[in-house]
């Protein structure tokens, strides 16, 4: 079974032992990856939130041939367009983040993580998102890549932006989806692809949502650190592979190198997302496995067999 988790946060300090600015534990990126090759995932997106994210996020992702990397300012932090301490301009910071993404497109797959969010505007204000929302519509436009998208109680907003610029970029997928059955559908109908992790399978209802998505517009993902799936989650009868059965943990504080680390979310438990959808769908979870790996080709990889 072939994997690919589109969305993960492989420069999150966690990754290298930090958390919140204290170092608990030694790096353990490189056991964080081959346990994620241990489980058959094949590709990594690593997504980049901001300028200085996506410069380390291509980094890393040219250190070995299974890590690709996105470009792109994340909505909660597009104030950065108008930091000084950052760039000189607006125009400086976009010329910035394009020179990364047309430097190494065999690596860079798609732009973003770029587009709205609602729920955090302490960190952003609306106005100042949606200007720089806008802006890297151009930016897919000249890369012609596809883009990697966020989307958070936008009241319309986000599928309007979309509706108005669709014609700019070639593909693009919905990442970490949590909304309605009709916010789902106004996608689908926007030709948008959606991305499954575990926060879009919390509740009854996120899995009746989830029931209503066709396969073949989906894609999978585990947003790790974040997004784990939890005992307490109505997603998680529908696991046949139990993480804490597959994978030994510990937490932080008594952390021991090769073992995971508890609540943090890795790679490795890509299969669960998976399984999830399989079960709400009532389908075999190597038919769904296969159609996800497709769609995901189909967009990141055009052209190349696998997503014909």
């Excluded at 994210?53 to 040219?62: D, F, I, M």
């Excluded at 519509?137 to 979309?162: C, S, V, W, Y």
């Excluded at 990442?175 to 559908?185: I, L, N, P, R, W």
Aim: charged share 30%; glycine share 6%; net charge negative.
């Amino acid at each position: 079974m072939k994997l690919i988790d589109i969305g993960l946060n492989l420069t999150d300090p966690m990754f290298r032992g930090d958390y919140r600015g204290k170092k608990v534990h030694e790096d353990d990126l490189e056991y964080v990856l081959k346990r994620a090759l241990d489980a058959g995932v094949e590709r990594m997106l690593i997504t980049g939130g901001s300028l200085s994210e996506s410069k380390e996020a291509l980094e890393l992702a040219r250190s070995r041939d299974y890590l690709y990397s996105t470009v792109g300012c994340h909505p909660t932090r597009c104030s950065e367009f108008e930091d000084t301490s950052i760039s000189a301009s607006p125009e400086v910071y976009y010329e910035e983040l394009s020179k990364i993404a047309l430097n190494d497109q065999n690596k860079v797959v798609a732009i973003g993580e770029c587009g709205l969010d609602y729920d955090r505007l302490q960190f952003c204000d609306k106005e100042t998102q949606l200007k720089y929302f806008e802006k890297q519509f151009q930016l897919a436009e000249t890369t012609k890549l596809p883009m990697f998208l966020h989307n958070r109680n936008t009241d319309g907003d986000f599928a309007k932006m979309i509706r108005e610029n669709r014609g700019r970029f070639t593909q693009g997928v919905v990442h970490s989806f949590t909304g309605t059955s009709d916010e789902a559908k106004e996608l689908l109908d926007l030709d948008l692809f959606i991305g499954i992790n575990g926060c879009s399978l919390k509740t009854e209802e996120n899995l009746s949502v989830v029931a209503s998505i066709p396969i073949e517009r989906m894609m999978i993902e585990t947003d790790a650190p974040w997004c784990d799936i939890r005992p307490t989650h109505a997603s998680y009868k529908y696991i046949k592979d139990k993480p804490e059965l597959l994978f030994e943990s510990k937490k932080k504080e008594r952390f021991e190198l090769g073992l995971m680390v508890k609540s943090r979310n890795e790679p490795c438990t890509l299969r669960q997302v998976l399984e999830v959808i399989a079960g709400v769908h009532s389908r075999d979870v190597q038919e769904v496995a296969e159609i996800v790996y497709r769609n995901t080709c189909r967009v990141f990889w055009p052209g190349t067999g696998t997503g014909n």
